[in-house]
């Protein structure tokens, strides 16, 4: 096992057992009264419980890292997600309870809609004040990836560092008054499909090999929890296609505009994700029973 460092072969087997055996143990444990879940358990308040295929829920939160399509680097201020279910032994994701799977949190984009970034012999502070003022006033742009059809979570290649660990078809929604609410890179038809690992990646030239990492496992509760720390999930091998419906009825004129300034459709090895954060995994009925 090459991609985990110091993590052993029993160490492995036995943080996967994490999401199986603790299942069949807990299957019938009596159900408690309808709430919210609690205590180590509060992050799966939207795990999709009440569909009987769900034997495992899944939490995860990006709160660092970068969305880079061409020329253009949006980094990830604001946390963003995910939350789902898993059936035994799928992969596919089960949608959360309130349907939205991975969060639409906006990201601003450095420099706005004329990627504007204040000279660099400026002092700091005015530095500072300068991008304040694009990034907020009618030149500001917001990122924001939306999910556009199944995602999938293979939990032996996150710990492993060995081939896809999750797997986002997604679209790039990005907003300005000028651009309108519809304009968008990527599309339910033609997603941005980004192939993320915890290992190293091979992507075609100009980029080169960047590698994630599985985190910090910690298990909790007898073996029901299971939380990742410092987790990395990277990719730099997807490719982006045209913008569209970016400024309503004159998007003609404005989708050719956007392509320009972000160099789309941008081929695969000119773009690149990395998502920092948490992950955690648990048992619904372990999720269950501390409602």
């Known amino acids: 096992m090459t991609r985990t460092g110091s993590m052993s072969r029993r160490r492995l087997l036995r943080l996967l057992a994490v999401v199986s055996a603790p299942l069949t143990m807990l299957a019938f444990a009596a159900p408690a009264l309808a709430g919210k879940p609690a205590g180590d358990y509060a992050n799966f308040t939207q795990c999709p419980l009440s569909n009987p295929s769900v034997v495992t829920c899944i939490y995860g939160q990006t709160t660092s890292g970068e969305f880079e399509i061409g020329s253009t680097t949006v980094p990830l201020t604001k946390a963003t997600t995910l939350q789902a279910g898993l059936a035994n032994g799928g992969e596919e994701l089960i949608p959360a309870a309130n349907g939205e799977t991975l969060s639409k949190t906006p990201q601003t984009v450095p420099g ?16 500072e004040i300068f991008n304040e003022f694009i990034n907020k006033g009618i030149t500001g742009v917001t990122a924001t990836t939306e999910l556009v059809g199944t995602a999938k979570l293979n939990f032996f290649a996150t710990l492993t560092g060995e081939g896809t660990a999750l797997s986002l078809p997604v679209r790039v929604h990005l907003e300005n008054p000028l651009l309108g609410s519809s304009c968008y890179v990527g599309s339910a038809a033609d997603p941005v499909s980004v192939e993320l690992t915890t290992g190293a990646t091979k992507p075609p030239l100009p ?85």
């Open 112 to 127: 706005g809609l004329l990627k504007v970034m204040a000279p660099s012999f400026l002092p700091k502070f005015l530095q």
């Open 207 to 291: 980029n080169k090999s960047i590698s994630g990492s599985p985190g910090e496992p910690e298990e909790k509760d007898g073996g029901t929890l299971l939380i990742l720390r410092k987790n990395s999930l990277v990719n730099n091998s997807f490719a982006a296609p045209e913008a569209e419906g970016c400024g309503g009825f004159f998007s003609f004129l404005i989708d050719p505009a956007v392509d320009a300034e972000l160099e789309l459709p941008s081929a695969a090895g000119h773009n690149t994700a990395i998502l920092n954060g948490t992950q955690e995994v648990a048992a619904a009925a372990a999720v269950k029973a501390s409602e």
